[in-house]
């Protein structure tokens, strides 16, 4: 019968337009794994989703909850947005001992939960893009900024590293203001940004909640010159929502995919599904369901025991190398009882001693009403 | 016949009744006044008159047609008017206004009786613009008449309609009544001033405990020896 | 007395186990026990919005409000100790804030008593609010550079490092000293206007908890929350719960007995009283504004106790995660439907509208499937958040349908021939 | 010292409302064992005298001065042109409520023994909406059967709406309440027969 | 001269802006309570569902609004108030009706809005999902930067905003004739005077509930649909409004409708003002004289997140000093 990865994303709130893309890619993974015979002797790869509306902890926790305990997943690809992941874990998956991989968490604090080395990610840690981020605007003569963040894990902790990095690096932050998600209105604050003088403002938020909305105002307002985004923010949606004039030129950054023979099979395939292979955090969440899989079929039984020593078995060096699709040769090599090495959509996926992995940063800008990727930061 | 004829009325708040077979019938063009103690049921009989509570048995007809329970918005359209015996007015809306919702269903022009009612009260022309609410009491009383008059109304029920008027204006009052009366309007009202106003009475109705104690002229009730020392307090 | 356990009791408490079965039967143990043990913190908290709106008539709109409070008490008191925190000169720091805070408040307070000295009852006011709005800025500048380094390096100054059940009883307090507060201005008011400032007041306590992130991390979460008993990465899911719940029904039942106790004393006489000849407190003089006052505490404090239950169950600190439809709403059916003023009532209501509540949602998603019957997995995802939204719906029907058919809910209260 | 001898001495009241004067220059006292009644017709200004002298309103300007009372209690009763009868309260609750504005507490044989002096037995529990409005008036003047009141009453229209038995004995009380030295200012456009009030006429009336 | 202008963008246009949606909401409740004698806790979210019945009206017709050159929802909107006052009336028919004809005490009526305000809610949840939407459709909001001389910022106000101080001047003026120059509006207040001295005088009572739910439910919709223009459009919008339209209604008095238009600007001007960096208005006089003082970056009385706290102090302190409001409401 069915094996159950479960997905947990938040599919409504301020991510609801980047959700569905993720879970493409995750289900990508699982329709290539059945297609091409299953798993543990033929067994199908089935993949239950729950919502976690992305900011609030305690629907999250429920749907973990749900599928940990009702459904009987043996592993989870999520959550999304940190915070919801951080409760997820430490309130279901944890207790539950289930692997949690998360393609889009990117909080540094997801790699400081207690959490028996249940929890991994696809994705950089935000110490990292809040790196990339701050030396691209200084490499680009901006030099002083405005900062508003949204006042949770992912907000305050890209927050901190990019400021931290760029004040280091010689930039004025003029303004650090949090915000909180879900408000129709966020003038008053924008007024009290605006009152510092800053004319680069750089908005840490997610895409369908209040980073829209600041955009859009900060625009209106037009107190400010150049609107700067990071991952949350990337997707065509916001700009149809928005407006390109009003976005125009907006700079952005995410977490890419590096050029490795991995990405372009990637691409390859999903563009066979009509997914776009650019979709933010799609090859992570392919990446994290098919290290799933492989991790299952590793350990051989559909427990949770042990599972995330299979994982990093299935994913680390050394081994024969797995590219993204080759789950036949994959099942055959593991049943041969040879090690293998995964090599991702979106990274090599070497899990280091937290469950992170190190990855590339990708420069964004706003052209022509649509996001388009420049190039790597280094 | 009788402009107005109330039958054995039952009736009261909520479960009891508080009326107890009430009789009262004035002719067209009379004079009908209730006198009674404290608590009779004068104000209920009215009320029950005008559809603000419920009759329980008995009838009421005015003109012969039956409008027992009905609304007091039909009854008004049917030309009736009533002045409660407190909370008459509208406080917070001025003179002019509270004679204006006293024509609220006319459709036709009602200026000549705006006219007349400041001609009866001469206090309220002055104070037109002024919230009602901060007349004095006994001016009060003449804003709650004059609103009821405003309808040009056949039969009108007053609840003692002088409390608080000076005696000068009591005797105003009741001439105009008489006046009224004397176009054509009948008229039940309740009095404490009893002798006074059963002398222009046609009719009087003692009330007590819910009920007809004495009916008969206002004459005669004047001059009952019993009538006088029970209720006209010597 | 007559039995305490009527006959309806009876039927109702047969049909309501039934229904926990099917849930059991349907769902699994795990979401079984984890069920029982919030409907055991929503009783308490329907308690204390129950003794407030059926004894005393007060309409407390604001239970959310007392419900975070408790749950953050319960989250500080027993996280374990930051060492970044209480291992810098922070916690000197903020001592001195403290310090002049409490400064401040002398000032003020002295300020209120000018009158004393000859000072006008106006003049008075107006150097009270104007020492008030001066502390207010000397100690906003004091306190935010401390505040902000507290963020910046310790992330937040963490817990106690105390047993949960600590939290528990000083959240409830400071949800009592908050009503306390609340009620003393607007008990004497019509009941709407305590409606309004109980729900004024929930938001503001929510804004705070939300957004003071050096005390409480803010929207950022805390988690995992310490238990009193094992927890289930230890014991596994059901056994860590079904002792959590024995925990709740082991303070139900004392709050049950205690009030039970208190409502047949005296002072129990007195309230009812009030209650029963309604409003204008002064008719009888002052006591009766300290007898209402007291109950509003008592309630408050009671939700303040169940928040914190709640809150330590849930294993996450989240100030979001308050919102009036779970903590107020939901609440406020259970009482009504349950029974005002009657605590088994109001028991049986926690329970009969937390089933309803949490099934009113697959209950939904079905409907919705059929209706739409399946498209892709994205529109599945979406109607079973939309569902979700058919528990708002539900409970707002039931409000209406309640009142204007069961006003008195399921199990009325016994009025009892007193004196 | 007067004011032992005066329960109210009032000099130089003026009053302007509505642009005009009604009263001005208004200089009188009442002594203990006096009734007043203040004069004139409707619209004077007899009710805002009133209200002025027991501190109800602003508008009346000049010197009041009360006797002394007794720990901090108002040294006179004041009963409105309006009852003061709360609908939602019963009657007993209202007599109640309205003892306690003067600081007098009662106790529940206290309270049946003045309602039966204003002949509202048998009501103590009905509501004060429903009752009728002598009856309502009763209860305000319930207050004056009550020991320990304040002994200067200030009493506006306390007629209206009695009927004929409750005049007479309302006049009654008044007269013995002076006889015993209490005091009595009042309004009323009813001719007392059992009372022989001191006229105050309010000049400059319309 | 540029701090002026900053000050005049974000503390006297968006306190009139918020100032006006307050007004608008805050009269439909002191409207209601005069006449019913309860505190409507559904009122924001009558607003809310207007403004989304004006949401699917222009996503029917988009292009509606090209024709007249003004936005497609403000002139859709007649028909979502037409709508929405049906619907008011229908849910007092269903609702709030048989509670009042049962004689209960006002506070459950308020409870059963609070019912009301949770179906209103799901319902717009459960057909149009949480997220938040804009109202324009296929167009973008007009935004008018206007140049002041000696100041190299400029003036901003919106299309939306010049339409809702537009109208709420509208509705001011017009309510004023309606209530105290029309039959129907002088009734209404004869009503919320004295209900039964009302039915005695000839005047149908249903009738002007009824009107009052139609002018409570339009006015809803105009503040709501206005309010979305103005920023977007959220289902939980009216948790963020209720409380400064209470606050608003109680500060003018309750039942006072010129209190409760008074009111509402008191509010949205004091949340501006609260939340206003002052030290951007005395920049220039530290410019002037750099060593006469020290200029902290940030002057606010409260910090923005703070906001909501604003009306509840405005609230609590009315209630405290004077709970009869500023203009002498009706009840306490
Ligand atoms: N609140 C008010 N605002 C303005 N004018 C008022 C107010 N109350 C009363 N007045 C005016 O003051 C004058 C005196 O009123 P007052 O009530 O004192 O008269 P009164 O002598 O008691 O009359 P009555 O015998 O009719 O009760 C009247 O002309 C009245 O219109
Ligand atoms: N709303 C009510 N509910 C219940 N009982 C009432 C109500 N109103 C009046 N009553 C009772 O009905 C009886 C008659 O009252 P009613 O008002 O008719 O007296 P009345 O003859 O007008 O007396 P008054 O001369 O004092 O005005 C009284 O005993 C009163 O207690
Ligand atoms: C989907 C992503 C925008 C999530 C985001 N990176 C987070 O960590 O919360
Ligand atoms: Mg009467
Ligand atoms: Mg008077």
Redesign the pocket.
Known sequence: QEIKVGFLGGFTGPIESLAPGILQGAQLAVSQVNAQGGLLNGRTLSMPTADTTCVDASAASNSADRLVNSEGVVAIVGGLCSGATIAAANNAGIPGNVVMISPASTAPAVSDINDNDLVFRTVPSDSFQGIALARLLLSKGIREVAVTFLNNDYGRGLADAFVAEYQMSGGQVLANVAHEEGRADYRSELGNIASSGAETLVVLAYADGSGQTIVRQAYESGNFLQLVGADGMVGDALVNAVGAQALEGMIATRAGSPEIEGADVFAAAANAVNLDPNAVYAAQAYDAAFLLALAIEKNGSADRDSLSDALRSVATAPGEVILPGEWEKAKRLIAAGQDINYEGAAGSQEFDAKGDVPGVVVEMVVRNGRFETLGLID | MAIFEAINVHG???G?N?LNGVNMSIEQGEIGVIV????????????AIFGL?HVNEGSIALRGEDITNADPTVLVSKGMAFVP?EKNIFPSLTVHENLEMGAYSRKDSFQHMLDQVYEFFPPLKDKRKQPAGELSGGQRQMVAMGRALMMEPSLLLL??PTAGLSPLYMNEIFDRIITINKAGVGILM?E?HAKQALRIAHKGFV?AA?QNRFTDTGENLINDPEVAKTFLGG | MKSLIGKRELILFGLLLLAIVVVFGLFGSAYGTRMLVEIACYAIIALGLSIQWGYAGQFNAGVMGFVALGGFFAMFFSMPINDDFWGSDLPGQLGGVFLRIAIGLALIYGASKLNRFGLSPKLRTVVTVLVAIVVYFWIKSNMVPVTQAIERDADFIGGLGLPPWSGWIVGGMVAGFVGYFIGRICLGLRSDYLAIATLGCAEIIKAFLKNEDWLTRGIATVSPLPWPVPQPIDVGFVAARAMYFSVTAVMIMAIYFLLHRAYHAPWGRMIRAIRDNEISASAMGKDVNKRSLEIFVLGCFLMGLGGATLGTFNGLFDPSGYVPLNHTFLVLVMVILGGPGNNTGTIIGAAVVYIIWIMSEPLALWILQVVTSAGDAEAQANLASRALQARVFSIGLLIVLVLRYAPKGLLPEKIQQHN | MPLNTLALQASDLSCERDDRHLFSDLTFSLSWGECVRVLGPNGAGKTTLLRGLVGLNHYVDGAMRWSASVDGRPPFLYSGHKTGVSAHLTVAENLRYLVGLSGVVLTDAQVDEALASVGLTG?DD??G?????????RIALAQLYVEGMPRCWVLDEPFV???KKGVAELERHLARHCALGGAVLLTTHHEPTALAPRPLMLQGAA | MNEFIFFVNNVLISGAVSGSVYAIGAVGVTLVFSIMRFAHFAHADMMTLGAFIVLILTTLFPGVGAVVGLPTAFVLMPIAMAVTAGVAVGIDRAFYKPLRQHNVKPIVIVIASLGVTLMLQGLIRLFAGTSSRSLYVDEFKQIFRIDVPFASRPLVITEPQILLLVVTIACVVGLHYFLNKSRMGKAMRAMSDNPDLARVSGINTQTVIMVTWIIAGSLAVIAGTLLSLDVTLKPDLSFFLLLPIFAAAIVGGVGHPYGAIAGGFVVGFAETMAVFNWAVLLRPLHRAFPNLFELPANLTLVGTEYKIVVPFFILIAILVWRPTGLFKGKVI
Do not use: C, H, W
């Open positions: 009261g708040y909520g009891m508080i009674g103690p404290n608590g009779a049921g004068k104000s209920t009989m009215l009320k509570l015996q609840d003692e309740v404490q009330l819910g | 009501f009905s509501l909406s429903e009752l009728s409005a002598g009856q309502q008036r709406a009695l009927d």
